[in-house]
Structures are given as structure tokens and as C-alpha cells.
């Protein structure tokens, strides 16, 4: 199919959309009170009594929109500048209620209470604030179109909560400023719903609005409140300059064995936010602070063909994220922007319209270089490149969306440009139909096109097409995926081209009644079928799971499956003596499986483990093996003040002479919060892995482990305010040397403040 034919396709899909209508309720009435609010959780001020009451009087998990098992009272108002909000959960016994003093956002486990806001009533996004019952905040915004929960967004606003002898209450203040609203005079209609989280033997969720399990929207379900007038968002300028400092000791052993000590680094910069109107903002920033103060994750990257994926925790990249995600496709993954020297990113919805701009100049380019059964990152440390990205969507009916998408890279004899037309439209509550169609073209760095296996595709396109049948009980879904070799979307994360895909799946879920054991049971399965550019199958898979949600905040899942897989051994021999068995290609026949499961024995505890073995391919040198990957883990609120996590992960790959390889993986978070502003917390990154180079035909160590620490001190006023002081080391142990020998040391510095002007 031409790609012109694909658009107009796409296109008019999106555009039936426009007959699409939902009945409304009657909205509820914001009162605006003259008076201003002490965030203390007292809930004695006096506006409180003219305050809009509502009852959070339905539980719609785990039960289906049953009553309530116990009373939560709502109350808002507004004074023009600030959305004011109060919670009064009650509870039959109050030495039950979980909370615990953590930092921002990791709140999900303890008793709490809260709101989502849809300030566009366009019932596809929404802002979304809780707080535990010491106040603590977690804020996030949900967007029904992608299907995400983002709670990487941090706002600034104020909250207090108090435990009393009949349960708990909360005091929010979230300032208009920090919410983007239609920028048009007279009464407003928002879309509301309060909920609140009630963990105990199961984890209850406790609400305003019903939840239709029939429909696949989310934001499209909660009730709408009217008035907000003359609101504003006022001199809505945010300044936060920064300063840092930073020194780092570096050794090579066994080559170098004595530490060459670093200076300190000083730097600073500025980043400015400006709500230049109600609906947009534009962020901008010099020399920015783009450094991670959190390390990432450890993962297994042995025995691996595709990229691994890493989370933005960037402020100035986090900021309005949302606006430039697409129905289907990560095309534009910001962490490939690795060192910039400035940004700037506007953002902003006007009616039916959403846009979205950001440009940034990167002392560094890299960009993944994707193939149909592989992937592999290309940096180029000394190759200064700009990068941009605009995106534009239009919401058409009560629900559905089309947009496109512009991103651009370039530098000296490199240059990425690619575009992106995308939608969802819903033909009913439960039948969903999401699309896109991409196109790319590129030229690349002399120094790549050099490289003898260098494969010259210098543009491509592709499509995506997925629909969804999501019914109270029924589910099934078909979807197909067709990227041609040559596309590349430099600046997102699109780690396999060259490919198709089909897949259709079917499942049933039965839902608990009240006494039920279980509250929810699912049956699933899916079958799919790969072929790579050329028709060549590379994959034929079946599979079916089951997962069961119970008591204890239970979940536990089985699945198990079959699949066919080719494969092409592209190495060049050693020696003549060595033959590859696979160069034409082989098929491989594989069964898989897995269990997992995570509860809770009491509420400030949660346990998990899982283990997935069976048929597996050794990647590198492309014959058959077998898999036994193990995990347990651990979420403990030990004290209200201290918080342990742990992550272990054992991994084995087998052939019939013996084992490959053998890993162990280790991530421990450890955090003492001292109030709701600080807090200490040890991290260890931890890597073993065991390999048996006598069964490899390239050389190999036979053991290489890696860890990395960090002991950081932090103090948050709010997420831009802070201050940190850390230490951090590194080290490693392999062959070459005889004992565990540090590589890096380093000690440093954050200290930035928020002006709001």
C-alpha cells in the first residue's frame, strides 16, 4: 500500500469520529469564597462550611460500584487564584491507617485521598493529586488517549493532612497557575471525581463517580463541576537558577593502579517556566541542570539483540512530556539528547487543539540503529547536533484524536527528519481503533557510512494499527505493525524495522462479587506471526495466561507457550576449521513458561517473585539453549520513617555441555526521611556473572562483577526547590585483576531555588 493511500486511510478513520456523543450529568457548582487558606490540616477555616460537599460513596474496586464500606467527605471552593480542597476519610479503626513520611510520588501504598481535575473537560486528560494522611504529596496526569499514567510530572502546590481519633483529613492548595484551563472569560465546566485509596486485606478504592468496566476511557467516566468565573493563573513566572559542584577520582586498574584525583567542577544555569497564557506555557533554559541525581536501574544486558530502555528523569524534559505523546509510537525519547547547551519547549491546547514544541542544541549525538532481529546505539561524543520536535493533535468527537508529528536531528554530514500522522477513534465505549503512519529520512556521519557493514537505507516508512474490544467480561484485540528497513526515528525509541507483525488475542475476565475471594479472574492467549522485509518468517508464537487478584492485595499469574523462531548466523568464521551451522538459517522450536505473584502479609510489606524458563536462543553464537531467570523482591515500610526495597535477579543460560552463563543482579534502595522535607537513602547497584569460556568460540572472561553506590542527603521544599549532597563510587572485578578494585569516586553538590514571580 502507497503511503499517500495509508494517510488518506488513516485519516478518514480519525474523521468519523465527529459524530460521537455521550450523556452528561448534571455538573455540580464550585462556590468561589473571599479568603485565603492556612495549609495546615485543621480544616478550621470558615469557608469551609460554604464549601461544595460531596460523599465518596461508592467502592469501584474491588468491588463493581457497591457502597462504600466507609465515609469520605469531599469539600472544594475556589478564591480566584487557588483550587481548595478537603478530604475527611473516616475509619472504624484508626491504629490501622498506613502512613509513612516519604518523599513526593511514592506514596502508592499507604492510606490516601485526592482528586483528578479534567480543567479542558475534553474527557481525555486529566491532573491528578493525592496526599497521605501526613500530608505528603503524589501528583500525576492520566491520558486516556495513550493509555499512560504519568507521574513523572511534579507541580508545585501545598498540602497538610492530620490523624485524628475518627480517622484522617487532608488540606490541598493547588494554584491556578500550576493548571493549564481554557483561557475564555465567563463560567467554566471541568471534569471531577474524588477518590480514595483504603489498603487493607484488599486495597479498596473509594470514589465520587461510578466506574463502567464496559468502557475503555477512564477520564471520559468522572463527573463535571461548573463556575470558576473569573479564575487566573496571575504572574504565572517560575525562575530556578541552580549552582553544582562536582569531583570525581578515577583509576584503571591493573594498568593504573593509583587514583587521579579531579578538580571541583563548579557550574550553574537557569531555568525559567512562563504560563504566557492560561493554556500554554513556554519553558526555557540555559546551561541546564540535566544531571540524574538517582541512579538507574541495573539491568542484564548479556545474551541481549535489542537496546535497552531507560526512563527521562530530567526536570526540563519532564515538564510537558505529555504533549508530545503519540497514540502508538515513542518517537521522541529525550534521553537520546544526552548533553545539550540549552532548550526551550512551549506547550500549550486551544479548544479542540494541542501543540507542542522543543528545540535544543547537544554537544553529543547518538541515536539507535535498529535493525529487524537487532539493535545497536551509534554515539558520536564529539558531533554537535540540533534537535527538534513539534507535535499537533485535534480532538474530534467526545473522545477520539488525530495528530502528527515533526522530528528533526542534524549536524555536520548527519541529518534524521521524521513524520508521523496518528489517531485513535473509538466506534463505541468498548471498540477502540488506534493508527499511525510514519516516514523518515536520513543521511549518516562519514564515520558510520564507512564501516564495512555498514547497510545504506536512507529512508523508510511504516504503519501501526491496533484494535481493542474491551467489555466488562470479553476482551480481544488484532493489531499489525510494518516498518520497512530504512526508518529511523533518531530522536524516539524505535529499536526493531525491517519487520511485520500480526497478532490477534482473545480473553475473559470474571468479576468478583461481594464475599468473593477473588475479586477479579483473567483468561487470556494470543497468537502472532513475525516476518522480516524480505517474507522471511522470523517468528510464529501461541501462548495463553491466567491471573488471579485476591486477598492480601494479592495478584498471581501463570502463562505458558509455544513458539517457532528463525535465525541466521552472520558471523565470520576464525578459521576454516570452524563451520557455522546457521549461516543459511535455522528454525528453532521452543516452549516456554512463567509464574509470578506479589501480596501482602500486612499492609507495610509487600513480597514478590517470579520465574519464566524453557526453550531459549545463546544470541551470539545462534544455537539452541535453555533459560531459568528467577526473581524475588521486596517493598517494606519498616517504620514511618524508614523504607527498604530490594530487587534480586538470578539469570542462567544452558546449552547441553554445560552452562553459559550465570548472573546476579542486585538493586537496594534504603531511605530514612527525617521529616517531609528530608531524607537520607543508600543505594547499591550490584552485577555478577559467572561465564564458562570454554564453551564460547571468542574469548571470554570467566567472571565480571560491577557495583555502584551512592549515599545521597536531600532537602526538598518543593520539586524545584532542593538541595543534595551526595557521595558516590564504582568498582569492578574480571580476570584482569585479583580482587574487587574501585574504578570511581566522586562526592558532589546540588543546591537550586524556585522563584515564583
Known amino acids: 500500500m502507497g503511503k499517500i493511500a495509508l494517510i488518506t486511510i488513516v485519516s478518514s478513520l480519525g474523521l ?28 478550621n477555616e470558615a469557608f469551609w462550611q460554604q464549601a461544595t460537599q460531596v460523599n465518596l460513596g461508592v467502592e469501584t474496586r474491588p468491588g463493581e460500584n457497591v457502597e462504600a464500606k466507609v465515609k469520605t467527605t469531599a469539600y472544594i471552593a475556589e478564591n480566584g487564584t487557588s483550587l481548595l480542597i478537603a478530604l475527611v476519610a473516616d475509619d472504624p479503626d484508626p491504629s490501622q491507617i498506613l502512613a509513612s513520611l516519604k518523599d513526593r510520588d511514592t506514596i502508592w501504598a499507604d492510606d490516601s485521598a485526592g482528586f483528578k481535575v479534567d480543567t479542558f473537560n475534553d474527557e481525555r486528560k486529566a491532573y491528578i493529586f493525592f496526599v497521605n494522611p501526613l500530608g505528603i504529596q503524589m501528583d500525576s496526569i492520566e491520558d486516556d488517549v495513550t493509555g499512560n499514567l504519568d507521574s513523572s510530572w511534579d507541580a508545585i502546590w501545598y498540602s497538610e493532612g492530620k490523624i485524628t481519633d475518627t480517622g484522617y483529613q487532608v488540606e490541598i492548595e493547588i494554584p491556578f497557575k500550576v493548571l493549564r484551563f481554557p483561557n475564555t472569560s465567563g463560567e467554566k465546566t471541568w471534569g471531577i471525581d474524588f477518590v480514595r485509596f483504603y489498603p487493607r486485606d484488599y486495597q479498596y478504592r473509594l470514589a465520587f463517580n461510578q466506574v463502567a468496566r464496559d468502557q475503555s476511557c477512564s477520564v471520559c467516566q468522572i463527573s463535571k463541576i461548573s463556575g470558576f ?21 578515577d583509576r584503571n586498574p591493573p594498568s593504573q593502579s593509583e587514583w587521579q584525583n579531579g578538580d571541583f567542577d563548579f557550574d550553574g544555569g537557569l531555568d525559567v517556566r512562563w504560563g504566557v497564557t492560561d493554556n500554554s506555557v513556554l519553558n526555557a533554559t540555559i546551561n541546564p541542570d540535566f544531571s540524574q541525581v538517582e541512579s538507574d536501574a541495573v539491568q542484564l544486558d548479556v545474551n541481549r539483540t535489542f537496546a535497552l530502555f531507560f526512563e527521562e528523569k530530567r526536570p526540563f524534559f519532564l515538564e510537558g512530556a505529555d504533549y508530545f505523546n503519540t497514540s502508538f509510537l515513542n518517537l521522541l525519547h529525550t534521553r537520546n539528547i544526552a548533553d545539550p547547551d540549552f532548550g526551550l519547549k512551549y506547550t500549550g491546547k486551544s479548544g479542540k487543539h494541542s501543540y507542542g514544541v522543543l528545540a535544543a542544541r547537544d554537544n553529543s549525538t547518538s541515536f539507535l540503529q535498529p535493525a529487524a532481529q537487532s539493535s545497536g546505539l551509534a554515539t558520536f561524543d564529539d ?11 485535534y480532538d474530534m468527537g467526545d473522545k477520539s484524536q488525530i495528530g502528527a508529528m515533526l522530528t528533526y536531528r542534524s549536524g555536520d554530514d548527519y541529518e534524521n527528519t521524521m513524520v508521523s500522522l496518528d489517531g485513535k477513534y473509538y466506534f463505541t465505549d468498548e471498540d477502540v481503533l488506534r493508527y499511525q503512519a510514519v516516514y523518515s529520512d536520513s543521511e549518516d556521519p562519514e564515520s558510520l557510512r564507512n564501516e564495512t557493514d555498514y547497510q545504506d537505507y536512507n529512508s523508510g516508512s511504516g504503519y501501526a494499527l491496533a484494535y481493542n474490544h474491551n467489555g466488562r467480561n470479553w476482551n480481544w484485540r488484532a493489531s499489525r505493525v510494518d516498518f520497512e528497513e530504512g526508518f529511523r526515528a533518531d530522536l524516539g525509541f524505535i529499536n526493531q524495522v525491517g519487520f511485520s507483525r500480526d497478532l490477534v488475542g482473545l480473553g475473559y475476565t470474571w468479576q468478583g462479587e461481594e464475599g468473593d475471594t477473588f ?11 513475525t516476518e522480516d522485509f524480505t517474507g522471511q518468517k522470523l517468528e510464529e508464537e501461541a501462548e495463553f495466561w491466567l491471573n488471579v487478584n485476591g486477598p492480601y492485595q494479592s495478584w498471581f499469574g501463570f502463562g505458558a507457550g509455544v513458539r517457532d523462531v528463525w535465525r541466521q548466523d552472520e558471523r565470520i568464521p576464525l578459521a576454516v576449521d570452524m563451520p557455522r551451522i546457521c ?6 522450536d521452543q516452549d516456554f513458561y512463567w509464574i509470578e505473584g506479589n501480596f501482602r502479609p500486612i499492609t507495610s510489606l509487600q513480597i514478590g517473585s517470579y520465574y519464566n524458563g524453557g526453550d531459549a536462543l545463546d544470541f551470539e553464537e545462534t544455537r539452541a539453549a535453555t533459560r531459568k531467570n528467577y526473581g524475588l523482591w521486596f517493598n517494606w515500610q519498616a517504620t514511618r520513617h524508614w523504607y527498604l526495597s530490594t530487587n534480586l535477579r538470578k539469570s542462567q543460560l544452558d546449552i547441553d555441555e554445560g ?16 521529616d517531609k522535607k528530608q531524607y537520607i537513602r543508600l543505594t ?12 564460547y568460540e571468542e574469548p571470554k572472561d570467566s567472571n565480571r562483577k560491577s557495583m555502584a553506590r551512592q549515599l545521597l542527603y536531600a532537602y526538598k521544599v518543593n520539586p524545584r526547590t532542593v538541595f543534595f549532597l551526595g557521595y558516590s563510587d564504582g568498582g569492578f572485578e574480571d580476570d584482569s585483576v585479583d580482587d574487587f578494585e574501585k574504578t570511581s569516586r566522586s562526592v558532589f553538590s546540588k543546591f537550586s531555588y524556585a522563584f515564583q514571580l
Open 519 to 529: 475479586d477479579r479472574i483473567a483468561l487470556g492467549g494470543d497468537v502472532d506471526r
Open 659 to 674: 552452562s553459559l552463563f550465570d548472573a546476579n543482579i542486585l538493586n537496594l534502595n534504603s531511605t530514612y526521611q527525617f
Open 583 to 588: 549461516v543459511a538459517g535455522c528454525w528453532f
Open 229 to 249: 468565573e473569573s479564575i487566573e493563573s496571575g504572574q504565572n513566572l517560575e525562575v530556578t537558577p541552580y549552582i553544582s559542584a562536582q569531583r570525581i577520582d
Open 383 to 393: 558531533l554537535e547536533s540540533d534537535a527538534f520536535a513539534a507535535r499537533y493533535s
Open 16 to 43: 468519523l469520529a465527529l459524530s460521537t456523543a455521550t450523556a452528561k450529568q448534571d455538573p455540580l457548582k464550585i462556590p468561589k469564597v473571599d479568603a485565603q487558606i492556612e495549609v495546615d490540616g485543621e480544616l
Open 684 to 695: 547499591v547497584r550490584y552485577r555478577d556473572i559467572d561465564f564458562n569460556p570454554s564453551l
